[in-house]
């Protein structure tokens, strides 16, 4: 056994040591507009407003300044003091008081003063207080913009106005007297007794810390005052900030607990030269030093813990390992190993000549928890009770050429060493080899006797000590695993590989999937990895530290990264240095030291600010924006539709967190990342109004959402006035086209049927003419040559005479019949006007020669011409009456025969009446008289024909039927 | 005793149907104040012969070869002014019996009267007008509407006017309380003044009677 090296241990010596808390610091050089800050405020916005001593008002987002200087409106870049009521900043200077508001960004200068504005202050209700000069203390109305001097401020140089927790206003003087400020009365508080340093901050009405000569009192009941035990020349300021109470001294910063006990000496080293001009503590608890000549240092209280200060140089971390007794062993090449428990360093192991840690490879702890220490040359060492590290002697059937490159236990407590020939096991009954073709660079036991060895080059899977194959799990490309874990839980191995990312086989389904940058990961060089408590992966990467959460079915459900503004500066990790410890902290060794997450599983971030909108211009046009800005939104010309917006969303604990996601309110899209720099480019925005939802993804239940309107207006062309109005005079022509059409059609329709009855009524009228002509003729022919005979044949017999007249009045008849059929086939017959113009003078040419007087008393009205008769009714009705004059001239000796025509509530009639003999109806026979003719006649015509006659009394004929007009369309 | 002598009334018959023709020469020609001087199958002959057949009365068919029987009246009107025209027709048909009215007619027969009923006829045309059917009275009434001067006074308007309106010559006597005669001598005169309504025989008429 090699002689061990005495090692110096400081072991159960737990040295005092304080936590470094990661802090940030912001100067000129990061974009603070000059290093001497006079006032900080942060806004509704999450922004913090920092006022500077020449270098004006500067906006902080957590990464980034803007800057507001006398060019953007300020009154003077001189500030003196800051403080926010409502949506305004109001800025204190030399010159007067202005205020910017936090929407808009407009400035405003609302009170030039003679004296210098040196401080503002808000009391509980919200009155505006200023001090003016070293003597003035005023009341500015922000409504009328005056200020208003409170005469009974004392005649003492005003050293500060500070309020206490319930918002009560004090002023202390340099008289060391503390006034409370009611409305415009001050009244004598408290008079700070000792001289010296002197300060105070303000409780409640009762009572008050006061630092006094170096010595912090607390004052309960004001006339009561006991001393803390601070006692101290160097600290010359107090204020609260938070919970907590400060005592501030040039180079010197102290916090108090609850009890007033001195907390943590913080950073003293980082802010000398750094005189502290006041501190401020944010909503999501981030502490702000403001300097007077250093800028600020922002104390963003994350969950990581730096170990940096345990090394002068620097530790370059690449192993850690905890111990049973959670005893963290992190080791550099340079310093050895340090040991630390409870965050406090209770002993090293270091470097030495005789024992160089440029060849450790790890640390491990066998089945008692003792503490073995492997190096490359040396091998295998433990670490006893005396704090020596003792050699232990290669196994017994260690091959010959093997080097060994890591020690293990498995889970029999069996000694397993990665080799250059294969992985080694250091069985209890036997030792043996499970050979590789190259030098295993890590091991991952799956089950007993079950292990995958990861070689330069290739996995491995060996059972009860023989390889077999995997399916899907045994790449056929060279990768370069550096760690590799085995999640009993849910039966699947992990294996880092150094370009390609994270793998991950699943046992149960012979899945194998891999994980990159695509998957969301911020690198796939992938140095170190390890399983949680709760089965969650770490990696570390050159980018700094991921938690992944994967599902039982192997997909993320989520992700989280640590980076820089998470408080881990050491970005870049080292292989075999990423461990969670029994309370689920996370211990990351990289090239700049140690640190430990604390806190990182449930961690939330409870305050989230909601995004703004920074800025926004046109994209191709250098117009002004503002002439077309409403409360809401834009609303601009459809020709001016692209634009250039860039939000922000403020977190000054995490701000690499806050990333934005946008999408169109209400059409369809899912949310989309905002690019890094928060700029969004919308082009060709559609006519119509849009709503922009803008998100912070720390927004869970998307109750924090900013919208912004934009309505591009359409051209007149496609406005719903003129569109509207287009589809009316459309329609309107449509309408008009369509009637014009259906009434040319319907005019042509019924110009064609008109012209058809036209050609009908002329084809039939012109062979009923022809006819007639033709047999008209012939019957007048036989009519005169009769009537000649007759005349000739004066002196014949009765006989021939009877026969000769009987021809003559057929002739004569058929002449007329056919005159009237004829008469009936004309158009104009069907109109009852017509008829009985027809009738009435039929029954004038037969009665002009008889002794009977004709007469027809009725006339023809308009009416009557537009009674329409179903064509052949006229034919009948000539016929009946025909019949019926012809029996008055023959039979009935009247006197008078009247004809008549009427029309009355759709019924027409015609009548005829004499005066004659009449006669007894039923004494008739059938067929005498006509009248069974006319009866039949009538029914023909569906006309109620109506006889009524008694003897000496004459006789009346009368037809009557509803008319309707057979020839309507 | 002293004897009046009155000439027979001279008549021209111009009718294409020959039998017609011949049977209404033959019943003319048993009246002993009528004389047959002449008869026609056509106006053209007819009108050559005018100035020497000398018409008192000529009966005319309508519907004739080579000239129609209203261009015939036309012509023999102008030629012979006081020559008494009968239409005697198949046709009733109203508006061609119109046009042969206005033409100069002052009557019209349908050609199936009986030997009597032609007599009749003549008798009361060589008196006054032929019965006027209401018919013809209602275009007769739209003619001289179309007339700014209507020259019918206003008994004949009043006669014309019932008459078109569908009254019995009777009735109209009655309305009017007037005689049947006077009713017909309206309806004369209707005919002669429906003859002047046509401008250009009134023209001519005025020329030939110097009015203008």
Redesign the interface.
């Known amino acids: 056994m090699r002689t061990l090296q005495f090692i110096l241990l400081l072991f159960f010596v737990e040295t005092a040591w304080s936590q470094r808390v990661y802090y940030e610091h912001y100067g000129v050089q990061d974009g603070l507009g000059q290093s001497q800050v006079s006032a900080m405020v942060q806004d509704h916005h999450g922004f913090m407003w920092v006022g500077t001593r020449g270098g004006g008002l500067c906006r902080f987002d957590g990464q980034h300044f803007r800057n507001f200087k006398k060019e953007n409106g300020l009154i003077s870049n001189e500030i003196n003091d800051l403080v926010i009521l409502g949506d305004n900043l109001y800025i204190a200077s030399p010159k007067g008081l202005s205020k910017l508001n936090l929407n808009t960004y407009q400035t405003e200068n609302l009170y030039s003063s003679k004296e210098s504005v040196m401080s503002l202050s808000l009391n509980k209700r919200n009155k505006l207080y200023l001090v003016e000069g070293y003597y003035t203390l005023s009341v500015f109305d922000t409504e009328k913009k005056v200020s208003k001097a409170i005469s009974s401020t004392p005649k003492e140089p005003i050293r500060s106005l500070k309020t206490d927790k319930n918002g009560e206003l004090y002023l202390l003087t340099f008289f060391q007297n503390i006034f409370l400020v009611s409305d415009t009365t001050l009244t004598k508080e408290h008079g700070i007794k000792e001289k010296g340093n002197f300060d105070f901050v303000p409780v409640t009405r009762d009572s008050l810390y006061t630092l006094e000569a170096g010595k912090l009192y607390l004052n309960h009941p004001l006339s009561k005052r006991k001393s803390v035990l601070i006692n101290s020349e160097e600290h010359g300021f107090l204020q609260s900030a938070g919970e907590e109470l400060y005592l501030i001294g040039h180079e010197k910063l102290t916090v108090l607990n609850d009890r007033l006990e001195p907390q943590k000496d913080l950073f003293t080293a980082d802010i000398k030269q750094s005189p502290i001009r006041l501190l401020l503590k944010d909503k999501e608890n981030v502490l702000w030093i403001a300097t007077n000549g250093n800028g600020f240092f922002k104390v963003p209280s994350v969950p990581v813990i730096s170990f940096n200060n345990l090394s002068k140089g620097g530790m370059v971390i690449y192993n850690i390992a905890i111990s049973p007794e959670a005893i963290v062993y992190a080791t550099s090449y340079n310093e050895g190993t340090v040991l630390i428990k409870n965050n406090k360093l209770i002993g090293r192991v270091p470097s030495t000549k005789e024992l160089d840690f440029e060849y450790f490879r790890n640390v491990v702890f066998d089945p008692q928890g003792r503490p073995h220490f492997f190096f490359r040359r040396y091998g295998e060492f433990i670490l006893n009770q005396r704090g020596q590290l003792e050699k232990v002697a290669k196994p017994a059937k260690w091959p010959e050429k093997a080097a060994g490159v890591t020690l293990r236990y498995n889970s029999k407590g069996e000694k397993m060493y990665d080799t250059s020939e294969g992985l080694f096991i250091a069985s209890q009954d036997s030792d043996y080899l499970l050979p590789t073709a190259s030098m295993v660079n890590s091991t991952a036991e799956i089950a007993p006797d079950f292990y995958a060895v990861f070689t330069l080059d290739s996995l491995y899977f060996f059972k009860h000590g023989k390889a077999v194959l995997v399916p899907n799990a045994q790449m056929d490309k060279s990768h370069y695993i550096l760690q590799s874990a085995y999640d009993k839980k849910e039966n699947r191995l992990f294996w880092a590989e150094l370009e390609t990312g994270l793998y991950l086989y699943d046992f149960d389904t012979s899945e194998l999937l891999n994980f990159d940058t695509e998957d969301g990961l911020h690198s796939q060089l992938i140095y170190n990895l390890t399983i949680d408590q709760n089965n969650d992966i770490w990696i570390g990467s050159e980018k700094g530290i991921e938690k992944i959460q994967f599902s039982s079915a192997n997909k993320i459900l989520s992700k989280k990264y640590y980076g820089k503004h998470e408080g881990f500066t050491g970005l870049e990790t080292n292989s075999n240095s990423l461990i969670a410890d029994d309370k689920n902290n996370v211990w990351i060794g990289s090239i700049y030291g140690l640190f430990e997450l604390v806190d990182s599983l449930e961690e939330v971030n409870e305050v989230v600010y909601a995004p703004v909108l920074d800025q926004k211009s046109f994209l191709f046009d250098t117009l002004l924006l503002s002439d077309y800005e409403t409360e809401k939104g834009l609303v601009l010309p459809y020709k001016l539709n692209s634009l250039s917006l860039s939000f922000k969303a403020v977190s000054q604990k995490y701000p690499n967190r806050a990333i934005l996601y946008y999408r169109w309110k209400g059409e369809g899209h899912s949310w989309n990342e905002v690019p890094e720099n928060g700029s969004l480019f919308l082009t060709n925005i559609d006519i119509g109004e849009h709503v922009l939802q803008i998100k912070n993804v720390l927004d869970l239940d998307e109750s924090k959402l900013l919208e912004y309107s934009i309505h591009i207006k359409p051209p007149f062309y496609r406005t719903w006035w003129f569109m509207g109005l287009s589809v009316l005079i459309l329609a309107f022509l449509v309408y008009r086209y369509q009637r014009w059409s259906a009434e040319r059609k319907i005019s042509e329709a019924l110009r064609l049927r008109e012209l058809k009855e036209q050609a009908e009524n002329e084809i039939r009228q012109q062979l009923g003419q022809d006819f007639h002509d033709e047999v008209g003729n012939r019957l007048a022919s036989i009519s005169t040559q009769t009537g000649v005979l007759n005349l000739k044949m004066k002196n014949s017999g009765a006989e021939e005479k009877k026969i000769l007249n009987q021809i003559q009045l057929n002739a004569r008849k058929l002449y007329s019949d056919t005159k009237d059929f004829i008469w009936t086939i004309n158009p104009e017959s069907n109109i009852f006007s017509e008829i009985a113009m027809y009738i009435k003078d039929m029954g004038e040419k037969l009665f002009q020669y008889s002794e009977q007087d004709f007469l027809c008393n009725s006339e023809i009205t308009s009416e009557m011409q537009d009674v329409i008769l179903k064509s052949g009714d006229s034919m009948q009705l000539i016929m009946i009456f025909k019949e019926a004059m012809t029996n008055v001239l023959k039979h009935s000796k009247a006197s008078k025969v009247e004809f008549g025509f009427s029309i009355k509530k759709g019924s027409w009639t015609l009548f005829l009446r004499d005066n004659g003999v009449g006669y007894m109806i039923n004494s008739i026979e059938n067929g005498r008289y006509g009248l069974t003719n006319m009866e039949t006649r009538s029914e023909k015509i569906k006309a109620d024909l109506k006889m009524t006659s008694s003897v000496g009394e004459g006789t009346e004929i009368r037809i009557k039927k509803a008319y309707k007009n057979d020839t309507d369309i | 005793m002293i004897q009046t002598y009155k000439p027979l009334t001279r008549v021209v018959l111009i009718e294409d149907?020959n039998?017609?023709r011949?049977?209404?020469k033959?019943?003319i020609g048993?009246h002993a104040e009528y004389v047959v001087v002449n008869d026609y199958p056509s106006c053209v002959p007819a009108l050559k012969k005018l100035s020497s057949d000398k018409p008192d009365l000529v009966i005319i068919d309508l519907?004739m070869p080579e000239m129609h029987g209203i261009e015939g009246i036309k012509r023999i009107k102008k030629a012979r002014p006081k020559t008494v025209i009968l239409v005697v027709s198949?046709?009733?048909d109203s508006k061609m019996v119109f046009d042969a009215l206005v033409a100069g007619a002052m009557g019209y027969l349908?050609?199936?009267t009986?030997?009597e009923?032609l007599l009749?006829a003549l008798d009361e045309l060589m008196k006054g007008g032929a019965?006027m059917?209401?018919?013809i009275a209602?275009l007769v009434v739209k003619s001289f509407q179309r007339s700014q001067d209507t020259p019918l006074s206003e008994r004949e308007t009043e006669v014309l006017a019932?008459l078109?309106?569908?009254?019995?010559?009777?009735?109209i006597a009655?309305?009017l309380f007037i005689s049947m005669e006077t009713v017909k001598t309206h309806i004369r005169n209707i005919y002669q003044k429906l003859h002047v309504n046509n401008k250009t025989d009134a023209l001519i008429v005025a020329e030939k009677d110097n009015l203008i």
């Open positions: 149907n039998d017609v011949e049977g209404f033959e019943i048993t519907e198949v046709h009733e349908t050609k199936d009986d030997p009923g009749k019965p059917s209401s018919k209602s019932l078109s309106k569908g009254k019995t010559y009777h009735s009655d309305d």
